[in-house]
């Protein structure tokens, strides 16, 4: 099998990386970057504080803070005349994954034009596009190292999975110091989103050698380290322990792919606007449950690397420990089902059919060890409600 790889030409990872951001862009030749974030980073002046760093390397940054959690297709629409009234040669996508979505979103309409809609997966894009920086801060959804970006469709509520080298951001900047706010459970429902990421790109019938390595890298450094972080948002080892397994588990499923959990989550967050990570963290224990018997090595292997079993463990065994321990691991860190997140029942019950046929239609289920029937993923929906 001959994998196609894809990463972000340049990668600055570590504690102060984002006082490099300005040498970056301009040793890429850019000068006029639209600075994408949202309104609680410019709220707390870190989004000004990262501009002026751009303005004090001679660069000419404008800053766009209307993004909107998990971005839809009208929220683009400012965004695209910041983007074309400031002349930008550049998109930096500063933030957790709805800024990063909408940056990556914006560099290609602005190109390209159009509708996102156009874009949505089967199709792969490959541009062009502006050059995106992605500047993340959250440990979770990885995308500074995706060939991916989300988008709902505000028209239909689907939430629409974007892919491409297009979408992939040219250079990221991953500095742990700006996760240090993070409060606990955006720690909980991102560093989750990031072990999702790890072992589905693990499990999935697209896995390879080069993502195998990452997600297994990215998993045992999780299982370590995301009880700490979430107990303790101050302890400084966890949160940049974190930041790298996010990076890595993103690089890892960019360049495999993601599987049933994300299908499923996806229109959890379109229709009950829950945040991608936490649908994930509904899902990923009766997800993992009935995939797990179609690759009993596979999930061994996660179950290993997390720490939930040893090489003394048959497959079947650790695989199946695997499953008690994501269990274990949402009881930790006070993952809400989502009636206790307040969604009424009847609503969820209604909307499940629909939510099945989105979740087939975006093709990360095909991925999965088990391809499941839309009548196996309405049972799993109505599994986890309650």
Request: charged fraction near 15%.
């Amino acid at each position: 099998m001959v994998a196609s790889l894809s990463l972000p030409r340049i990668m600055h990872v570590g504690r102060g990386a984002a006082d490099e951001l300005g040498d970056v862009i301009t040793s890429l030749g850019l000068s006029r970057p639209l600075l994408v974030t949202d309104a609680f980073l410019a709220g707390t002046g870190a989004a000004e504080h990262l501009k002026t760093t751009l303005q004090k390397a001679g660069l000419h940054p404008r800053l766009f803070s209307d993004t909107v959690p998990d971005p839809t297709t009208d929220s683009l629409a400012s965004g695209l005349k910041a983007l074309h009234d400031h002349r930008a040669d550049s998109v930096i996508g500063f933030g957790g994954g709805s800024p990063m979505d909408t940056a990556k979103a914006l560099a290609l309409l602005g190109v390209q034009g159009g509708h996102m809609r156009d874009y949505k997966a089967p199709r792969v894009n490959l541009g062009p596009a502006l050059p995106v920086i992605a500047v993340p801060t959250t440990a979770g959804s990885g995308s500074e190292a995706t060939q991916f970006t989300i988008i709902t469709d505000s028209a239909t509520d689907e939430k629409m999975l974007c892919t491409g080298p297009a979408f992939l951001p040219l250079a990221a900047v991953v500095d742990a110091e700006l996760t240090m706010s993070m409060p606990p459970r955006l720690t909980a429902d991102t560093g989750i989103d990031a072990l999702t990421h790890a072992v589905e790109a693990y499990v999935s019938r697209k896995a390879n050698p080069f993502s195998d390595s990452l997600a297994l890298t990215a998993i045992g450094t999780i299982g370590r380290q995301l009880r700490r972080a979430y107990a303790d948002g101050g302890n400084t080892e966890a949160r940049e322990a974190m930041m790298l397994a996010a990076t890595q588990a993103g690089i890892a499923f960019s360049n495999s792919s993601v599987a049933l959990v994300h299908g499923m989550s996806r229109p959890i967050g379109a229709h009950f606007h829950i945040a991608h990570g936490l649908s994930n963290a509904m899902l990923f224990p009766s997800v993992t449950a009935f995939s797990v018997h179609a690759a009993p090595d596979r999930y061994a292997d996660c179950a290993r690397a997390l720490g939930a079993a040893t090489t003394a463990d048959g497959d079947t065994a650790a695989a199946n420990k695997l499953v008690d321990a994501l269990g274990g691991l949402c009881r930790d860190l006070a993952v809400p089902t989502p009636r206790d997140y307040g969604i009424d029942q009847d609503a969820w019950n209604r909307l499940t059919p629909l939510m099945a046929e989105q979740a087939l239609a975006s093709g990360s289920p095909a991925n999965n060890p088990v391809v499941p029937t839309a009548e196996e993923i309405e049972e799993l929906y109505s599994r986890i409600y309650a």
